[in-house]
């Protein structure tokens, strides 16, 4: 099972979840909301091979957190992956647009210069936005774009800018989340689950429950579970095997 989106620290007991994710041999990438809290969140899965964690700066924090961009270009040398960051163009956010597209060119500037890295992104109403930064920025690495809501033709753009992109069963449990994974390059798709803030039938999503995801995906990808589950698997090491 793979996790290529979760946020481990913010579980009520983190500790207990990094546990049963190796337990059940998972591959999680642990994403952060503020380089101030990537430390205290890599040392949770301390000597766990199979769990990552990635360096980020969330853009419904940037307006708040701005100031740890320093960090985050320090940190960024020692971080082999990146996230969460991007854009949130959501009517609570609109009004910060401006400081998170700064943060954002910044974060994918330092990001670039380090050699670049997996990222991954939040762009909940903002697809074509973050599209126009990342095409100044196209040697900052991978972006993963977590959770994808935009239209089909801000998916076939992403496409063309070599996104990848990670869905989950709150996805894949809506009509045009299911129409949107139909137009992804089966390549470039991997799951997550985004927890704890997402959720499926009112319960909060475990890592482990990223295992939903695997019937919509064969439905369709018109193949068996199992071909499934080894396409997901090979994606992985592809992805990881494209930034050293």
């Known amino acids: 099972m793979i996790d290529m989106h979760c946020h481990l620290d913010l579980y009520p007991n983190p500790k207990d979840i990094v546990q049963q994710c190796v337990k059940e041999n998972m591959y999680v990438l642990s994403v952060t909301t503020t ?28 307006h708040e957190r701005y100031q740890e961009i320093d960090l985050f270009d320090e940190l960024v040398l020692k971080a082999k992956y990146v996230g969460e960051i ?32 997996i990222m991954s992104i939040h762009c909940r109403s903002a697809v074509d936005s973050f599209l126009d930064c990342l095409t100044n920025y196209q040697d900052a690495g991978i972006p993963i774009l977590h959770w994808f809501t935009g239209t089909q033709t801000q998916l076939q753009r992403a496409i063309s800018l070599g996104c990848w992109f990670s869905v989950s069963p709150a996805m894949l449990a809506t009509k045009k989340g299911k129409s949107l994974v139909e137009k992804m390059p089966k390549e470039r798709v991997l799951t997550e689950t985004d927890g704890p803030f997402a959720r499926l039938n009112q319960k909060i999503l475990m890592p482990w429950d990223v295992k939903k995801v695997i019937p919509h995906l ?17 994606n992985l090491q592809n992805i990881l095997k494209s930034i050293v």
């Open 218 to 234: 064969s439905e369709v990808w018109k193949i068996n579970p199992e071909e499934t589950n080894i396409t997901l698997i090979s």
């Open 86 to 117: 991007g854009l949130d163009g959501g009517k609570d956010y609109t009004q910060y647009q401006n400081i998170q597209i700064s943060v954002l060119e910044h974060i994918l500037n330092s990001t670039q210069k380090a050699g670049g890295r």
């Open 35 to 62: 380089p101030k809290a990537w430390q205290g969140t890599k040392s949770l899965a301390e000597g766990c091979k199979r769990i990552r964690t990635s360096l980020g700066l969330h853009p419904q924090l940037a």
